[in-house]
T-cell receptor
Framework: QQQVKQSPQSLIVQKGGISIINCAYENTAFDYFPWYQQFPGKGPALLIA?????SEKKEGRFTISFNKSAKQFSLHIMDSQPGDSATYFC????????????FGAGTRLFVKA | DAGITQSPRYKITETGRQVTLMCHQT?????MFWYRQDLGHGLRLIYYSAAADITDKGEVPDGYVVSRSKTENFPLTLESATRSQTSVYFC???????????FGQGTRLTVV
């Protein structure tokens, strides 16, 4: 049962461009939506997260857009840099019923210099 | 050193053998998790623990056993390793369950 669907699987963006990664979820009980960034040979690390009471959250060049009615959220990376090249995972979590986080399949981003 | 550490980093084992992956965290986080990472599947939750002596199944628990006698340790045991358990295993910990999980460096396990 795939509870989180992430797209695209891979993405190539020019330096300075905008990278957009999308996620869709099924269970409306989820109320915490983080994005994790993973570099090769490393564990994932939290990048940015949002709660469903807001529609957008921005931290530097990274923005989460959240559409509660559509059960979708996305990560926008503005002014993409080669150092942003990594795998990005969306995830969903719930503060009730188990406190566990479920991850999407991941998106490999490559930013061309 | 503070943080979360996994050992070993790399392991090759034979089909049918028992193998244990270790995870240790120094933050006294209540929550700990085991994930496996496979291409095309992302991170899938194997088991998690909300506190010492409290564990629960995740999405893919079959063939795995966990224990948590101390808050800081959360070992994962493959009772009889199979080739399908070849994967990269990540341990994570969190103070508040879903809020910001901190991941270890991973253990690359190959079952031959």
């Amino acid at each position: 049962q795939q509870q989180v669907k992430q797209s695209p699987q891979s993405l190539i963006v020019q330096k300075g461009g905008i990278s957009i990664i999308n996620c869709a979820y099924e269970n409306t009980a989820f109320d915490y939506f983080p994005w994790y960034q993973q570099f090769p040979g490393k564990g994932p690390a939290l990048l940015i997260a949002i709660r469903p009471d807001v529609s957008e959250k921005k931290e530097g060049r990274f923005t989460i857009s959240f559409n509660k009615s559509a059960k979708q959220f996305s990560l926008h990376i503005m002014d993409s840099q080669p150092g942003d090249s990594a795998t990005y995972f969306c995830a969903v979590g719930g503060f009730t019923g188990g406190f566990k986080t479920i991850f999407g399949a991941g998106t490999r981003l490559f930013v061309k210099a | 050193d503070a943080g979360i550490t996994q050992s070993p980093r790399y392991k090759i084992t034979e089909t049918g053998r028992q193998v244990t992956l270790m995870c240790h965290q120094t933050w006294s986080h209540s929550y700990m998790f085991w994930y496996r990472q496979d291409l095309g599947h992302g991170l899938r939750l194997i088991y998690y623990s909300a506190a010492a002596d409290i564990t629960d199944k995740g999405e893919v628990p079959d063939g795995y056993v966990v224990s948590r006698s101390k808050t800081e340790n959360f070992p994962l045991t493959l009772e009889s390793a199979t080739r399908s358990q070849t994967s990269v295993y990540f341990c994570a910990s969190s103070a508040q369950g879903v809020i910001e999980a901190f991941f270890g460096q991973g253990t690359r396990l190959t079952v031959v």
